[in-house]
């Protein structure tokens, strides 16, 4: 009889959103590397990119493509630049509603929003903190993202897989940039 009545208690609690982030926003800042492969229709095979990312809370983050194309897109607060080929272009991100459900989902993991993550998607958290997954679908049809998948380990993102509602996807590869006072911490001695 003891025994069961102890068995609910020992159960290991759940992780869900808003484990996921807690865990997520006690990251200040990241940054990363990144492959990507998008899969358009019309095209034989993938399109492939590598560059860097970088993250600081609460809201700002930044996309800079090395290859193909130099081209960086960065967003703080409701302002996205984008640069490409020398020009720079900059508005206000309400105004580039395609990109408004990817750039709020990609930070408001980063920043660990659960809010904006909950207000804007319907979440699916699977996994446990060492190794998740967040499965994100827009509320409202904007007509572009279907789904947004993003898997992590730990507080560290290492992909994020975007589908859109035409059937074209992406996958992008994310291998986190150690910072330089960590690696030097980790180097064995």
Do not use: C
Not at 16 to 21: E, F, V
Not at 70 to 83: D, I, K
């Amino acid at each position: 009889m003891a025994g069961l009545a102890a068995a609910p208690r020992a159960r290991a609690a759940a992780f869900d959103l808003i484990a996921l982030t807690a865990l997520l926003a006690q990251r200040k800042a990241a940054e990363a590397q990144f492959t990507e492969e998008r899969y358009v229709s019309g095209f034989d095979g993938p399109l492939r990119s590598r560059g860097t990312l970088s993250y600081a809370a609460p809201d700002r983050f930044t996309r800079r493509t090395t290859e193909p194309l130099a081209e960086s897109m960065s967003v703080e607060g409701n302002t996205v630049t984008l640069e490409r080929g020398g020009r720079r272009r900059s508005m206000a991100l309400d105004a580039v509603p395609e990109l408004t459900a990817l750039i709020d989902g990609v930070r408001g993991t980063l920043s660990g929003n659960a809010a904006l993550l909950d207000r804007h998607f319907e979440t699916r958290v699977e996994g446990s903190a060492a190794l998740w997954t967040l499965t994100l679908t827009p509320r409202r049809g904007n007509g572009q993202v279907r789904e947004i998948k993003i898997a992590g380990t730990g507080s560290d993102l290492r992909s994020v897989e975007l589908w859109l509602t035409g059937g074209d996807h992406s996958l992008m590869i994310v291998t986190p940039v150690q910072a330089p006072a960590t690696a030097a911490a980790a180097a064995p001695k």
